[in-house]
């Protein structure tokens, strides 16, 4: 069965009801609508606990999706009672964990913004995420954390765009990206853009985001490594790297 993503339209979304569709055989609880993020695109799914009728709770640990992008599966942590199918639930995403998600996810566009080059790959993590770019340039990197906290200072808006397909197949330069495949096989794209008429940046991608830049808060690149002739990996972390260094 198809779960409709609640989270797509709505990245706040952090509470809704549900009805079970289906059970599978790895355990695996599949729903009719979910604001639980399936794992993609460097950002991991989401965690957090269904509330049965009777007040008590099955605890999911993660959620991804099934063999296509419109079917997402909850997996429940270890030990947990099964809820029946059919059942009516009310989903909790772990709110906080989600957020600082979505303050990283936001921050590693920024870092698109100020280092301009082909993206190879990407991980979004609750302490650090890492950026990898096609580039052999020298950066440094406590240039890169003023330009970022610049644009976190400006507070630009942060708003979704959707474009058919088609269109971003007609226009291929929008997409920074050299592996990480843009969400598309829903029919529409959703596009992340930053700044008033996109003055920032815009950019493909089915992650959950901040709405202003300044939600972002304090962060800082710890390092820049070198990962081979043409590869930079950047490291971005909460903070700054005063209070890194007082650790
Ligand atoms: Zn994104």
């Known amino acids: 069965m198809t779960t409709t993503a609640l989270f797509r339209d709505d990245f706040y979304l952090s509470t809704t009801e549900a009805i079970v569709t289906g059970i599978r055989e790895d355990g695996g609880i599949e729903l ?132 058919t397909d088609e269109e971003l197949a007609a226009n291929p330069d929008i997409v920074k990206s050299k592996n990480v495949r843009p969400p598309m096989g829903l029919g529409r794209v959703s596009l992340v853009c930053i700044g008033e008429n996109s003055s920032v940046d815009s950019q493909p991608c089915g992650g959950t985001h901040v709405s202003e830049t300044q939600e972002v808060g304090a962060i800082f690149i710890a390092k820049i490594e070198k990962k081979g002739k043409e590869n930079r990996r950047f490291r971005i972390r909460f903070g700054t790297p005063e209070t890194a260094s007082a650790l």
């Open 32 to 163: 009719d609508q979910t604001c639980f993020y399936a794992t993609s695109g460097g950002q991991p799914g989401d965690n957090g606990s269904f509330e049965r009728a009777d007040g008590s709770c099955i605890e999911i640990a993660t959620t991804r999706n099934g063999d296509t992008k419109d079917i997402i599966v909850h997996m429940p942590a270890a030990d947990q009672p099964m809820p029946l199918v059919g059942e009516k639930l009310v989903l909790h995403i772990d709110w906080p964990r989600r957020y600082r998600l979505m303050r990283m996810h936001t921050a590693c566009h920024l870092l698109s913004v100020v280092c301009q080059f082909p993206i190879t790959g990407a991980a979004v993590g609750e302490e650090e995420s890492r950026v990898d770019f096609d580039m052999s340039e020298t950066i440094d990197k406590d240039d890169v954390t003023a330009a970022l906290m610049k644009l976190v200072a400006e507070n630009h808006p942060v708003y979704l765009q959707w474009i």
